[in-house]
C-alpha cells in the first residue's frame, strides 16, 4: 500500500542515538546472525529489500553449505513484524492502514472550511507530523499563545482525529508501537528468544524503548555490524546527467559480466529514474529498444524505486474505463482506453483504431462510448462488451459506500472486457494483483469516506492509486539501483554514487509545517535542520564507505535540465579523481557506430512505377505535386500507399475550416458585386458592411463544423470574418478595371500522364482580353522567389499557369493587416505589388514552369520515392510519417539546405 510521508521516521530511525553509540546491545557480522537462527532468531530490517538480501544470502550459504532444505529464515521488514506481533496479541483494537488513516484526516481536514480545498494535501502532512510526535515522543505545547496558526489548526484536527478513532474502536500505524511495547511489559506477547536488528543507522526514541521492553521481557536484542573496513573511494566527474549515467550503465555491464554484485545509490533518483531506466535497458538489454523485442533486463538489474500505479499501463486502463461515464469525455482519455491492448487486440483493437482515426479527423475533442458503440455495430462481440458497460453505467445508483463501489468496479470492468484477451507476463501479473490491492484498500473505506457518487468513487480510486507506488519483485539481480535509504544494510563488491553534487548531498530539509520548528529542531527530526540534514548525510557516507571494497562518486559538471555548472558535494571533496571512461558500450547504436564491426550496406529500392491499374485509384490533385516537390518519399506514402498521420483534434475551429469558410464568402460575395464597379457602388452607399456582415452570418449557418462551437467563439470568428472581407475589398479597390468570370472553377488536366483535378478559386478578366488567375490563402504563401526554385515548396501557381491562357497568376493572401497579392504578371500593371519578371518573358517563364510541372509529375509517375526533404529537418517537423521513412535514423533530414 502506499508509502506515507510518516514512513521516514522509522527508516531512517534518525533521533537520538546513533547505533554505533548505543551500549548494552550487542553487534553481530552476517555469520553471526545464521547461527543465531538456527537457534530461533528474528530479524528484523529496516525494509524490504535488505530483508529480501539478507534471505538471499542466508539459502546461498545454506546450498554452499550442501544442505538440500533449511527451515525458511525468520527475516522481515520492521513494519511487518510489529503487524504480526499485533496479530498474534490480544487486541482491544482494529489496526488500521495507512489508507484509512489519511481518509480519516481528509474528512476531518475538509469540515474545516478554511481548509477544505487542500484537504488531501494536508491530511498527508497531518498524517506524517501524527507520527513524528509518536516517534519522537513529541508534544504540542498547552494553550495557544505562541503557536503559528498552522500547529493550532493541527491541534484541533488531531483531537477530532483521537476522537474518530476512540469511536471506531480502532488504532492507527504511528499508535502501533505504543501499544506494543505496553502488551510485551505486560508479557501479553509470544517473543522469539532473540532478535537481529539490521541496517538501521540510528534509532529513535520509541525505537529505544522497544529495544528496553524486548530486553525486559528477557529477549537477547542486538544489532547487524556492517562490513568495518572502509573501502577505497574515488571522484569522477561527467559532463552531465546523461553522460553520468551511461557510464555507470556501461560500468554495471562490464561488472555483472565478471560476476560482481553492484549497487548504484542516488540520492535524488526520482530525479534520475527515467534516464536510468533508458539507458541501462539500452545497455544491459540492447536487444529492449526493438520494437518486436520483450526486454528481459529485469534479470541483470533492477530498481528500488517503483512507479505510482496510474504510470503502470494495466492499471492506467483500468483507471481510464473507470473514469468514463454516460456523457462527453476528452477525446484523448476515450483513445487511451479504446487503444489500449488490456482493452481489445486483434480485429477488434484494428475497429477500435479506425473508431479513433474516424473521431480525430471530424475534429472531436470530446466523444462519448454510444458514439463508440454506434461506429462499432460490424463487431459483435466488440458492440456487446460496450453496450454491457453501457448498461452498467446506467444501472448505477446516485451514492454508495466505497465497499459497494468496489465491487461494481471489478463488475464493470470484467463486463466491458478488461483483460479479456490479454496475455499476461509476469510484472503485469504483479500490477494486476497491485490493482486487486487497492480495490480492497478502497473497500475498506465505508466508515472513513461516508457515502459518495459514482465519480467521486473513480476519482477515489484514482488518487490512492496516485499515492501507491509499485515495485514488481524480481529474482536476485547482481546491479542493484536504489535511493539513500534503502541502501542501508546492503554490501557489494562496487558502489557508484550517482548524482553526488553539492545540491543533493546534503539535501534540503523540509519541516513539518504543523510542528513547531524549535521543537523538531530539538529532537533530531530528520529534514527538519541544514544541521540534522548534514549529520545524516555524514553518517550515509560513512555507511556507504563500509559497504564495499571499491567506491565511486560521481557527478555532472554541468545539469543539463536547468543548464547550469555543478559541484561535487563537500562530503567528497577530498576523495581522489577518477577520470577514466568506461569504455565502448553494448547498445546497438554504438554497434552499429562501431568501426570494429563490419555493415551490410542496405539495398537501394528501385522506383516502382504506377501501373495503368493503379492510375484511376489515385486522388489528391495540385498537392501530389507540392508533395513530390518536399520529399518524394511523401508523396509515394501519402498519394500510393495511403499512409495518413493521425489528425490532432483542437478545440476551436481548425485553420482547415477556417479556410473553407473564409472560401464560401468570397465566393458569395462576388456573386454579389461581380466586378470592380460592383464593388465600388458598395462602398460608395455603404453597403459594403452590410453585406460582409450578412455574408459571416450566412456561411456559419450552412458551411458544416466536426463539432459543435460556443455562441461566443461563433461571434469572435464572425466579427474576424467581417473584418477580413472588408480589409480584402480594400485592397482589391486599388486595382483597375476587372471582372470576376468565374469562382470555383474545376478543371482536369494531363501532365506527364498524370491526371489532375484543380480548382481555381477565381478567374478575373481584364480589358484586351487579358486574364487572371488567383488562389486565395488564409495563411502563408511563399515569395516570388520560390516559384523560380527548381523545387518550389508550393508549385499550386506553376499548375494553374498552364491550365490555360493566362497573363498573371497569383495567391490572394487575406491575413488580417496582411492582405496582398504574391504571384507573377505578364506586365506590372496587372495585380498591385505583382511584377513581371525583368530577366526573361512571360512566354519563357510559363515555359520554365511547364517543365517543372511536368518534371515533378514524371518523378511522381516513375515512382522516384527518395527520403529527400527539401529543406532538411525544417520540412519534416510537418509531415508526420517519420515512423515511415525512418528520417532520424538515416540523417537524410540533415542534408537539407
Known amino acids: 500500500m502506499p508509502k506515507m510521508p510518516g514512513d521516514f521516521n522509522i527508516i531512517c530511525g534518525a533521533s537520538a542515538a546513533r547505533c554505533d553509540k548505543i551500549t548494552g546491545m550487542e553487534s553481530v557480522g552476517v555469520k553471526g546472525i545464521a547461527e543465531r537462527m538456527d537457534r530461533g532468531a528474528r530479524v528484523v530490517t529496516v525494509n524490504r529489500r535488505l530483508a529480501r538480501s539478507l534471505a538471499h544470502k542466508h539459502d546461498r550459504a545454506m546450498m554452499e553449505d550442501g544442505r538440500a532444505a533449511w527451515t525458511t529464515p525468520a527475516i522481515m521488514p520492521l513494519a511487518a513484524w510489529l503487524e504480526s506481533l499485533w496479530g498474534q496479541s490480544w487486541q482491544d483494537a482494529a489496526l488500521i492502514d495507512d489508507v484509512r488513516s489519511l481518509a480519516l484526516w481528509e474528512r476531518i481536514i475538509a469540515a474545516d472550511k478554511d481548509c477544505a480545498a487542500q484537504a488531501r494535501s494536508l491530511a498527508a502532512l497531518a498524517h506524517e507530523a501524527h507520527g513524528i510526535m509518536r516517534e519522537f515522543r513529541l508534544a504540542l505545547p498547552r494553550g495557544s499563545l505562541y503557536l503559528s496558526a498552522e500547529t493550532l489548526s493541527f491541534k484541533r484536527w488531531l483531537a477530532a482525529y483521537a476522537d474518530e478513532l476512540r469511536r471506531l474502536g480502532c488504532i492507527d500505524r504511528a499508535m502501533l508501537n505504543d501499544r506494543l511495547i505496553g502488551l510485551i511489559k505486560e508479557g501479553a506477547v509470544p517473543l522469539p528468544p532473540s532478535i537481529v536488528f539490521a541496517g538501521f543507522d540510528e534509532f529513535t526514541p520509541r525505537m529505544l524503548e522497544l529495544h528496553g521492553a524486548l530486553r525486559l521481557a528477557g529477549t537477547d536484542v542486538s544489532i547487524l555490524s556492517g562490513t568495518g573496513a572502509r573501502g577505497a573511494a574515488a571522484l569522477m566527474p561527467c559532463a552531465d546527467e546523461r553522460e553520468e549515467v551511461r557510464q555507470a550503465a556501461r560500468f554495471a555491464r562490464r561488472a555483472a559480466i565478471d560476476g560482481l554484485r553492484v549497487g548504484i545509490i542516488v540520492p535524488e533518483l526520482s530525479q534520475y529514474r527515467d534516464l536510468i531506466v533508458r539507458e541501462f535497458d539500452a545497455e544491459l538489454d540492447p536487444a529492449s529498444v526493438l520494437p518486436t523485442q520483450e526486454g528481459d533486463s529485469g534479470g541483470v538489474y533492477n530498481i528500488s524505486l517503483g512507479l505510482p500505479l496510474p504510470d503502470i499501463p494495466l492499471v492506467g486502463s483500468g483507471l481510464d474505463i473507470l473514469s468514463l461515464g454516460l456523457g462527453d469525455a476528452p477525446l484523448e482519455r476515450l483513445r487511451s482506453v479504446l487503444r489500449s491492448p488490456y482493452f481489445a487486440a486483434g480485429d477488434e483493437g484494428v ?61 464493470l470492468l470484467k463486463e466491458a472486457g478488461w483483460l479479456a484477451d490479454a496475455t499476461l507476463n509476469s ?471
Open 427 to 897: 510484472a503485469e501479473y504483479q500490477a494486476l494483483d497491485a490493482w486487486n490491492r487497492l480495490l480492497l484498500a478502497f473497500a475498506s473505506l465505508d466508515d472513513a469516506a461516508g457515502g459518495m457518487t459514482r465519480q467521486e468513487a473513480a476519482s477515489k480510486i484514482a488518487s490512492l492509486a496516485s499515492d501507491t507506488l509499485h515495485e514488481p519483485e524480481g529474482a536476485e539481480c547482481r546491479v542493484e539501483v536504489m535511493g539513500l535509504l534503502e541502501s542501508t544494510g546492503l554490501a557489494f563488491d562496487h558502489i557508484r554514487v550517482m548524482g553526488g553534487h553539492e545540491d543533493a548531498m546534503p539535501g534540503h530539509p523540509r519541516p513539518n509545517p504543523f510542528i513547531p520548528f524549535e521543537l523538531q529542531r530539538a529532537a533530531g527530526v530528520p529534514r527538519s535542520s541544514h544541521e540534522r540534514e548534514l549529520a545524516f548525510a555524514r553518517a550515509a557516507v560513512d555507511r556507504i564507505l563500509s559497504s564495499a571494497p571499491s567506491i565511486t562518486v560521481t557527478y555532472p559538471m554541468r545539469s543539463a535540465k536547468d543548464d547550469k555548472e555543478m559541484r561535487p558535494s563537500p562530503l567528497f571533496a577530498g576523495f581522489p579523481k577518477e577520470c577514466g571512461a568506461a569504455g565502448g558500450g553494448a547498445r546497438l547504436k554504438d554497434a552499429v557506430r562501431s568501426a570494429d564491426i563490419p555493415l551490410e550496406d542496405a539495398p537501394v529500392d528501385a522506383p516502382v512505377p504506377i501501373a495503368p491499374a493503379e492510375l484511376p485509384l489515385i486522388r489528391g490533385g495540385t498537392a501530389i505535386l507540392k508533395d513530390q516537390s518536399l520529399c518524394p518519399f511523401k508523396a509515394f506514402a501519402l498519394y500510393r500507399l495511403n499512409a495518413r498521420n493521425l489528425a490532432v483534434p483542437e478545440p476551436g475551429i481548425r485553420p482547415a475550416d477556417r479556410g473553407s469558410i473564409l472560401h464560401a464568402a468570397l465566393k458569395r460575395f462576388w456573386e454579389k458585386a461581380v466586378d470592380s464597379e460592383g464593388l465600388r457602388r458598395l462602398k460608395d452607399n455603404g453597403g459594403l458592411t452590410g453585406l460582409a456582415a450578412a455574408l459571416s452570418e450566412e456561411v456559419f449557418k450552412e458551411v458544416r463544423l466536426p463539432g459543435p462551437v460556443s455562441q461566443r467563439l461563433a461571434g469572435i470568428e464572425k466579427e474576424r470574418l467581417c473584418g477580413l472581407l472588408i480589409d480584402w475589398a480594400d485592397k482589391e479597390e486599388t486595382r483597375g478595371a476587372f471582372m470576376v468570370k468565374a469562382v470555383e472553377v474545376k478543371k482536369e488536366i494531363n501532365v506527364a500522364g498524370l491526371p489532375l483535378e484543380v480548382r481555381l478559386d477565381r478567374v478575373d478578366g481584364l480589358s484586351g482580353g487579358r486574364e487572371v488567375i488567383l488562389d486565395y490563402k488564409s495563411g502563408k504563401t511563399g515569395a516570388m522567389n520560390d516559384l523560380l526554385n527548381p523545387r518550389p515548396r508550393d508549385p499550386q501557381l506553376l499548375v494553374y499557369s498552364i491550365t490555360g491562357d493566362c497573363d498573371a497568376v497569383s495567391f490572394a493572401r487575406l491575413v488580417p493587416g496582411e492582405c496582398r497579392f504574391v504571384g507573377a504578371a505578364s506586365a506590372d500593371d496587372l495585380l498591385p505589388g505583382v511584377m513581371r519578371d525583368k530577366g526573361r518573358g512571360w512566354d519563357a517563364l510559363l515555359a520554365s514552369w511547364r517543365e517543372t510541372v511536368e518534371r515533378l509529375a514524371t518523378e511522381f509517375m516513375a515512382g522516384i520515392a527518395a527520403v529527400d526533404p527539401l529543406e532538411g529537418e525544417k520540412t519534416c517537423d510537418y509531415c508526420g510519417l517519420h515512423v515511415l521513412c525512418r528520417v532520424k535514423e538515416t540523417g537524410a533530414e540533415d542534408d537539407g539546405e
Open 351 to 411: 475497429a477500435l483504431a479506425g473508431v479513433d482515426a474516424a473521431l480525430r479527423d471530424e475534429g472531436r475533442v470530446r466523444a462519448r462510448l454510444s458514439d463508440v458503440r454506434h461506429r462499432v455495430s460490424g463487431h459483435p462481440r466488440l458492440s456487446r462488451r460496450i453496450e454491457a458497460w453501457l448498461d452498467r453505467l446506467k444501472a448505477a445508483p446516485k451514492r454508495g459506500l466505497p465497499g459497494f463501489w468496489a465491487g461494481y468496479a471489478n463488475d
